[in-house]
């Protein structure tokens, strides 16, 4: 394990921390998938279109998670690296595909993949991604062995399946026009989709790196579904709330008719004359939607008060994943990287 950190690195405001570890593991997980986009000669219609969305930057969560756990549980950063590298290329080329399974319009402040290029070449694009996440994998053999190297693969294979179990819930309400979707649903879809990417495979691949494949990998799951949860909840608020520096289109959810935790939560405390407008307009096709819809169906998000009630919820999650971090990481030495870990906790909810 590594050693205590220095007394002025453990003054630092766990805000600035999350920063500087982000910048920092970001800039480090971005060199190496550069490198794997250098080794390929360029393509037409592909290559520029491969490496555009990570050349946009994000705030790379996924991979200084990743390489977070394996430096707290022991690993050196070169041993992690390839890993957060194929994080990151996977979770771009996850990003071309819900963009156009979602019609979005605009994605990291630019228009998205197949708005600039088409549906067809942008899904090539994705496809080329993900499938190039498979080389950093199959490149770590040589750094953590051939049996930690398939127990990663194998943890890859499980967040997949999840992921797109999640992502059919949530394209499924919404394309079948689903009215009855529940708060539970809505966190066991969250659970799926984002959760299972986002924090728990992050987690659980760090960990196993780091710790040489000791760690039981499920005493990530509570952490990372509230971590997980806690920020999806906070993503969709800055949907509607977010000033000119969030990166995607404003209301775009309510475009999309995407059930999320507001939504739901208005629908509930609609009138029926209101709810059968509240369905009527949801089970429009998003070409159909126009901005008055919309407007409508902010005007009764903001008049049940489904706002505030979401970051109620968000807040809860976020109690219970500081609960559930002291639980699991408690016994670990300390370091940058156990409190950079913690400080996701609040920092999820500060997102602007």
Sequence with gaps: MHAAAPAADRATPPS??????????????RAAVERYFAADAPSPYLHDLVVDYPRRGGKMLRPSLCIAHARAFGASLDKAVLAAAAIEMLHNGLLIHDDIQDGSE???????LQAL????????AGDMLMLLS???LMDNVSRIGEWLALEVLKETERMARESAEGQALELGWRDLNATTVTEADYLRMV???????????PA?????IGSDGRVDTSIFMHFGFLLGAAFQIQDDLLNL???ESYGKERNGDLYEGKRTLMLIHARQACSTPERARFDQLLSLPRARRTAEHVAWLRAIIDGAGSIDYARTVARGLAGAASYEFERVYG????????RFIGALVSWVLGRR
């Design 16 to 29: 600035a921390l999350v920063d500087e570890v982000l910048e920092e593991y970001g800039a480090t997980a």
């Design 106 to 112: 605009e994605r990291r402040g630019r228009p998205t």
């Design 117 to 124: 290029h088409g549906v067809p070449l942008a899904l090539n």
């Design 134 to 136: 498979l080389r950093p």
């Design 191 to 201: 659970l799926k989709k984002t959760a299972w990417f986002s924090t728990i495979y």
């Design 204 to 208: 659980r691949v760090g960990a196993l």
């Design 241 to 243: 709330t977010g000033d």
């Design 331 to 338: 016994g670990l030495p300390d370091s940058r990287d156990k």
